[in-house]
Nanobody, 127 residues
Framework: QVQVVESGGGLAQAGGALGLSCTGS????????MGWFRQAPGNEREGVSC????????YYADSVKGRFTISRDNAKTTVYLQMNGLKPEDTAMYYC????????????????????WGQGTQVTVSS
């Protein structure tokens, strides 16, 4: 069974930084695009970023563009999300997920198009 496990969440002050990691197992990791989503209480789950299976192309939500960076290391079956310039509105549960595709286009940012999900990691940004 495919497993996707996030780590690295925590508490940060506004303007600070946090890094998230997501490790996949029991899947051909380099055959899958990987996406990060987040969901705050009372809000819809929203797409934050996506990276193609090769790592050559990345996508970002407008709200995080210029502050967050997605990357991946296929040898380590891990995708990363570096979050800089954090804002209180970045507070949410962050999820890593994979669609059944090498591309982000056609899937991200639609969370329903992603098939394999982690349990999430909490990010809290204080003002």
């Amino acid at each position: 069974q495919v497993q996707v496990v996030e780590s690295g969440g925590g508490l940060a002050q506004a303007g600070g930084a946090l890094g998230l990691s997501c490790t996949g197992s029991r899947l051909a990791f380099d055959d899958y695009a990987m996406g990060w989503f987040r969901q705050a209480p009372g809000n819809e789950r929203e797409g934050v970023s996506c990276i193609t299976s090769s790592g050559r192309t990345t996508y970002y939500a407008d709200s995080v563009k210029g502050r967050f960076t997605i990357s991946r290391d296929n040898a380590k079956t891990t995708v990363y999300l570096q979050m800089n310039g954090l804002k209180p509105e970045d507070t949410a549960m962050y999820y890593c997920a994979a669609p059944k595709s090498r591309a982000c286009l056609g899937s991200w940012p639609t969370h329903g198009a992603f098939n394999y999900w982690g349990q999430g990691t909490q990010v809290t940004v204080s003002s």
